[in-house]
């Protein structure tokens, strides 16, 4: 079963404008972490913002926000004031396995961004 | 630091040869992950460590693949022999074990073609 499902394949965005990527989750864990990641063209993984299970704000770093759902199990990407240097992949992930006392990182599909000039 | 080191960064080689990927974690970290990227497969969690320990090999695609970490600082991933539809991106990553709630760290990739 998937774990993480990001529905959209592609997305185009006018820079400056605001845009969200989806993001759901599954699991059965109280404990997890939520992750976004970008990848660019030239293919390196820049993570980009942290939501943790229990916390209660949603996070943000600069122009990223993470609006997180827990009822709804939905951790979805904001990206405000887009910019053409934000075309690239974005990846979900989820931190799973404590009650295993290990954990490890699931990752979605990914969305490919593509924003106008 | 220098983030997770890996090499080489690309490699061309030929069905049946034997090819190792190389890793170097960051340092500290206790956590060391190894996944495979396809267009088709997307980002697939191979194999990971906690402590130099594998803890998880269940997506380790066959017996052709092998993965160690002799110690904290070094691990690698060996396909023995290579096939053509082994060609893909490998990515290894670190992280600081804080119970999952702290980010994986990913080298720059190795891009492996097998003709």
């Known amino acids: 079963a998937q774990k993480i499902t990001q529905t959209q394949p592609g997305m185009f965005v006018q820079e400056k404008e605001a845009v969200t990527l989806d993001c759901t989750y599954d699991t059965s864990d109280q404990s997890y972490g939520l992750f976004w990641y970008k990848q660019p063209s030239s293919g390196e993984m820049i993570f980009l913002i942290y939501q943790g299970s229990y916390d209660e704000q949603n996070a943000t770093e600069g122009r990223y926000s993470l609006n997180f759902q827990k009822a709804r199990k939905s951790a979805n990407l904001v990206i405000s004031a887009s910019q053409l240097g934000d075309s690239a992949m974005y990846f979900c992930?989820?931190?799973?396995?404590?009650?295993?006392?290990?954990?490890?990182?699931?990752f979605g599909t990914g969305t490919r961004l593509k924003v106008l000039a | 630091d220098a983030g997770v080191i890996q090499s080489p960064r690309h490699e061309v080689t030929e069905m049946g040869q034997e090819v190792t990927l190389r890793c170097k974690p960051i340092s500290g970290h206790d956590y060391l992950f190894w996944y495979r990227q396809t267009m088709m497969r997307g980002l697939e969690l191979l194999i990971y460590?906690?402590?130099?320990?594998?803890?998880?090999d269940s997506g380790m695609p066959e017996d052709r693949f092998s993965a160690k970490m002799p110690n904290a600082s070094f691990s690698t991933l060996k396909i023995q022999p290579s096939e053509p539809r082994d060609s893909a991106v490998y990515f290894c990553?670190?992280?600081?074990?804080?119970?999952?709630?702290?980010?994986?760290?990913f080298g720059q990739g190795t891009r492996l073609t097998v003709v």
């Open positions: 992930a989820m931190s799973e396995g404590f009650t295993s006392g290990t954990y490890k990182y699931i």
């Open positions: 460590f906690n402590n130099n320990v594998p803890i998880d």
């Open positions: 990553a670190s992280s600081l074990g804080r119970g999952g709630f702290t980010e994986a760290f």
